[in-house]
């Protein structure tokens, strides 16, 4: 019997690939330079696909969708799939597939190192020391803003928003979360209306998904309230925050300092942001670890194959 045929838009570790190759006809012709297609070659592989193992990078459309007649599931190597659109993919009876819980502890230590890294003037520090400017000591060199005892907001209380409070409880933090709904993973820290974060925290980390509802969650309004002392961290998308509104409070020294892991339009992000020594930019690796980026394709991977064997999905998405 003819295998079922496989599109994997990126590259793979080899034995997740492996794990694919005995079961699939594998469509993957971009394995050495780990591009991007562009969306007339996506279309065109994808009218091959019985299945697609797809990444937080590609645009998976209505368009993409219609090309893939006889396409049955997607299985993403991410937790995020706003990347999808999932009402075209319902109406087709498409099934979809995430990383949940894989992820969870790396970013987690993502979101907290990117919040010390800002906090502690590191990358900037670092530049400086690079560049072959340093002279000496100062009381006042690269003074930073201390996180124990600091406030910190979460905006996005699910699995890794409570993995981050874990963390800073350790750090003598106080921790304010805000979430559609209260939360089993909050441990200690106190739910509070939005206003009242981003009047009172310190730090604000983002952890919400994207969608229509959180499109600009944060924008000049919400900057507005933060404390001029305060530091935005988005490892959450693009999109989340309104980066115009941000790099206008950045100018006008509204807020201190940004850590920011995801951009709009990227990788693309506005080049503004590059002026400011007070901002952490990192080009969306918050799930990066060597392990977990295997984790993640191997879920996916497990999917792919359940479905082929006829067995449950393991971590279905709708
Ligand atoms: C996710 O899993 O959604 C991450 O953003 C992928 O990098």
Redesign the pocket.
């Known amino acids: 019997m003819a295998k079922p045929t496989l599109v994997i838009t990126r590259r793979l570790y080899d034995q997740v690939r492996a794990s694919l190759a005995s079961v699939f006809d594998i469509i993957a012709d971009n394995q050495a330079t780990d591009q991007p297609w562009d969306a007339a070659t996506m279309q065109r592989h994808v009218a091959q696909a019985d299945y697609l193992f797809c990444t ?1 990078a590609d645009k998976i459309d209505a368009a993409v969708i219609a090309a893939a007649p006889r396409l049955k599931l997607i299985a993403t190597g ?3 799939y706003n990347n999808i659109d999932v009402a075209a993919c319902k109406a087709r009876g498409i099934l979809i597939t ?2 949940p819980d894989v ?1 969870t502890q790396t ?1 987690a230590d993502f979101g907290f190192a990117l919040m010390m890294t800002t906090a502690r003037r590191i990358s900037e520090s670092e530049r400086y020391a690079r560049a072959g400017q340093w002279a000496g000591w100062a009381f006042d060199q690269f003074t930073g803003r201390d996180l124990h005892h600091a406030t910190l907001g979460i905006i996005g209380m699910g699995r890794i928003g409570g993995a981050i409070a874990r963390r800073a409880m350790g750090f003598d933090m106080r921790v304010l979360y805000h979430n559609r709904n209260r939360s089993q993973e909050a441990v200690e820290a106190t739910w509070v209306e939005k206003e009242q974060l981003l009047r009172e925290s310190d730090f604000v980390m983002l952890v919400v998904p994207y969608s229509p509802a959180t499109h600009h969650l944060i924008g000049a309004a919400e900057l507005a309230l933060m404390k001029p002392t305060a530091t935005l961290i988005n490892i959450a ?1 693009g999109g989340v925050v309104d980066d115009q509104a941000l790099i206008a409070a950045l100018k006008d020294k509204r807020i201190a300092a940004a850590g920011l892991d ?1 951009f709009e339009n990227e990788p693309k992000f506005d080049p503004t942001f590059l002026q400011f020594e007070n901002v952490v930019i990192t080009p ?5 670890s060597k392990a977990t980026r295997g984790a ?1 394709m191997q879920l996916a991977a497990d999917n792919l194959l359940a479905h082929a064997a006829g067995l449950p999905l393991k971590t279905p998405v709708a």
Request: proline letters at 0%; aromatic letters at 0%; zero cysteines.
């Open positions: 937080v991410a937790v995020g995430n990383t992820l970013t998308r995801v969306h690796i918050a799930s990066s993640m």
